[in-house]
């Protein structure tokens, strides 16, 4: 199994930027594909982001392309998201994830809250 913390959440004006981090600890961190998805109040959970276990693929959806990159730092077992041009509608619960197969995400963090106010 893999455990998840992340950070790097909080409350930024519209046009601002955060980084969101996912500490990995347990089995060993480049075995797994990750994802960010994220949940607003009232909606369904979408996937935001996904990077192969390289770093080598990556994957937006297209709400957050050209503002949001997904990363990974394979040594420090830690997953990344840089958030640019930030927009009243990227307030969510961010969640990374932790996928064997690329498909189904088995394992996930707690999430963290982003408030973009206009």
């Known amino acids: 199994q893999v455990q998840l913390v992340e950070s790097g959440g909080g409350l930024v004006q519209a046009g601002g930027s955060l980084r969101l981090s996912c500490a990995a600890s347990g089995r060993t961190f480049s075995g797994y594909n990750m994802a960010w998805f994220r949940q607003a109040p009232g909606k369904e959970r979408e996937l935001v982001a996904k990077i192969n276990r390289s770093g080598s693929y990556t994957y937006y959806a297209d709400s957050v392309k050209g503002r949001f990159t997904i990363s990974r730092d394979n040594a420090k077992n830690t997953l990344y998201m840089q958030m640019n041009t930030l927009k009243p509608e990227d307030t969510a619960v961010y969640h990374c994830?932790?996928?064997?197969?690329?498909?189904?995400?088995?394992?996930w963090g707690q999430g963290t809250q982003v408030t973009v106010s206009s």
């Open positions: 994830a932790a996928s064997v197969l690329g498909t189904t995400y088995e394992f």
